[in-house]
């Protein structure tokens, strides 16, 4: 069902869990072969006379609009820049070293020059003064590398997606020079990216990627002159990748709010595009943000900001509040996703949000996590409970960066030290989980949520369920971790540890009897913390923040031998005073 489908559906439909529910994985593996060999197939054609050849033309020098950036940017990156340092989650080269020929850098900071999205926070830091020659510098930088050649690099077409905005955008600082040849180079250069997203954006694979690029062909069409022809031809593209992209109650089937967040904010900029031509910004479009929308704002804690999903970093409340502001639309939160998979259980200032479903079963670049049945928990702005976070985009290590994708990294129950659903060398996924089972209900002023998932039947003859309730004041978390002999396998009981990852800022002490601890929040109320059948150990832990700094934490475990006729683990959230 598409999210078109469920726009006449009535509420409770939407936001429902129906008793037994089974979410299922499909079980791909990534990408196929006959994709891997489209996508280098793809790229080849890039390089070839023909292509080059196309690209060629009437080339339209001027601009038909310049619309408004809806993204604020960062202030502090942009200082940066104009100290002569690009930055970017704690890595930083210096612009006088910056050669977009060997860009030796992180995935994400290359992406982030390349996408031109420093342009946005250049802009906060100064006046037009100031800036204009920085961004005419880097421009110059980047046209001497890629304006003349067709490279994968500087050419995929989810960048030249994001950079019909931006360059256009931020027109008045990249064409501020007087050397015609310059703005010449910049324009034509802009309608070659247009003519080559024309023919590249129905070949992306669907996501994220070819959301972004048909979005620039649209956006192209509507701010490029002669581009108009273009336009009818890009709303019926981007009306089919959104299609393919979203599942039924918003969310994007790569499972990761990261990348929930940036298809929200390319609406966004497109809908800016559209306003700024004075046109009304398809239905089709505006229906898919109903959806996105409250499906983003699902999976943010009580600060506001992203919880820490399938390599995500915990974006700032800020960030969320601009990006939902710029697609017009006010929503509340998705509570009950079924498909999007992420459960929202909130009361009083108590918020949690629980991944109930199996992992994504398409590829991610930032590689998916094994995380089903994890949660996260906050208080107020207080985050207390997490998952260690993600590495995607980051220079941490790749061992590191493994290890923040395992089960063990995240808030929940792991069987022999082993991950729920595997972990390929490649980034994929591969066996573990396939179904889920989710029932939520309310009873008595407390909402309780209970899930199972299969991962460790094959190995292990072990069904893993989670019960969860939260009180009606949201100063009491009451769960159940329990093991149960499932499958045709006989189980012979497995080693266990049940994992809490504490937030940044949390101290935690243990009781005299090993079965509690104290836990102190910095700036809020503290929280009591008890089990029973089994004791309790306190590790420590890490924590990946908002510029993908490494915070040294703790993490509470319970830990010990599950009987092959199951074991029943309790234990108990309480907000003292």
Excluded at 287 to 312: E, N, R
Excluded at 317 to 343: M, N
Excluded at 352 to 367: F, I, N
Excluded at 501 to 530: I, Q
Aim: glycine share 12%; net charge neutral; aromatic share 6%.
């Amino acid at each position: 069902m598409t999210v078109a489908e469920r726009i006449d559906m009535p509420e409770e439909s939407r936001d429902g869990i129906d008793k037994g529910r089974r979410l299922i994985r499909l079980d791909d593996g990534g990408l196929s072969l006959s994709e891997r060999l489209a996508t280098r197939f793809r790229h080849m054609v890039w390089r070839t006379p023909l292509h080059r050849l196309r690209l060629r033309g009437k080339f339209p020098l001027k601009l038909v609009a310049v619309p408004d950036d809806p993204i604020h940017g960062d202030r502090t990156r942009g200082a940066s820049l104009l100290e002569g340092r690009a930055l970017f989650h704690g890595q930083e080269i210096a612009l006088a070293d910056l050669d977009f020929a060997t860009l030796n850098v992180s995935a994400g900071l290359a992406d982030y020059l390349q996408s031109f999205e420093w342009l946005r926070d250049l802009a906060s830091a100064g006046s037009r003064e100031e800036i204009a020659p920085i961004a005419e510098k880097l421009m110059r930088n980047w046209l001497e590398t890629h304006g003349g050649k067709v490279a994968e690099a500087g050419w995929r077409p989810e960048m030249w997606g994001q950079r019909i905005f931006l360059w256009t955008s931020y027109a008045p600082l990249i064409l501020s020079s007087n050397d015609l040849v310059y703005r010449s180079a910049v324009l034509n250069t802009l309608a070659r990216g247009a003519r080559h997203l024309d023919r590249a954006a129905s070949k992306e694979s669907p996501g994220l990627t070819q959301v972004r690029a048909w979005a620039g062909v649209i956006g192209a069409g509507l701010l490029v002159q002669g581009g108009e022809p273009r336009v009818a031809r890009g709303e019926a593209g981007l009306e089919r990748a959104l299609s393919q992209a979203l599942t039924a109650d918003g969310g994007i089937n790569c499972r990761s709010p990261v990348a929930q967040l940036a298809l929200v904010e390319t609406l966004g900029m497109l809908r800016a595009a559209y306003d700024s031509r004075r046109m009304e910004f398809p239905a089709t479009f505006d229906s898919a943000l109903s959806f996105a929308v409250p499906a983003l704002l699902g999976v943010t804690l009580g600060d506001g900001g992203l919880s820490s999903w399938q390599g995500g970093a915990p974006i700032p409340g800020r960030r969320i509040a601009a990006s939902v502001e710029a697609t017009g639309h006010r929503a509340l939160p998705l509570r009950k996703a079924r498909d999007w998979g992420y459960q929202r259980m909130a009361a009083g200032d108590t918020v949690l949000v629980v991944d109930a479903a199996p992992p994504p079963s398409m590829r991610l670049e930032t590689g998916g996590c094994a995380s089903t049945l994890a949660f996260e928990m906050s208080h107020g702005p207080h985050r207390i409970v997490v998952n260690c976070g993600g590495a995607g985009g980051t220079a941490l290590p790749k061992s590191f960066a493994d290890g923040l994708r395992t089960t063990a990294a995240h808030s929940t129950l792991t069987v022999a030290d082993s991950n729920s659903t595997a972990l390929n060398p490649d980034g994929s996924l591969g066996r573990g989980v396939v179904e889920v089972e989710l029932n939520r209900r309310e009873r008595n002023g407390i909402a309780r949520l209970e899930a199972s998932h299969d991962g460790y039947v094959q190995r292990f003859g072990l069904v893993h369920k989670r019960q969860l309730g939260l009180s009606e004041d949201g100063d009491e978390l009451r769960g159940e971790d329990v093991l149960l002999p499932g499958g045709r396998h006989k189980s012979n009981g497995a080693a266990f540890a049940i994992r809490f990852h504490l937030g940044a800022g949390v101290d935690v002490s243990p009781t005299a009897d090993n079965m509690g601890a104290l836990l102190r929040v910095e700036g809020g109320p503290a929280w009591h913390f008890r089990c029973r059948g089994t004791g309790l150990m306190i590790d420590d832990s890490v924590w990946v923040d908002e510029k993908s700094r490494l915070c040294e934490t703790k993490q509470l475990v319970l830990a010990g031998e599950a009987a092959p006729g199951g074991t029943t683990i309790g234990w108990l959230f309480r907000r003292a005073g």
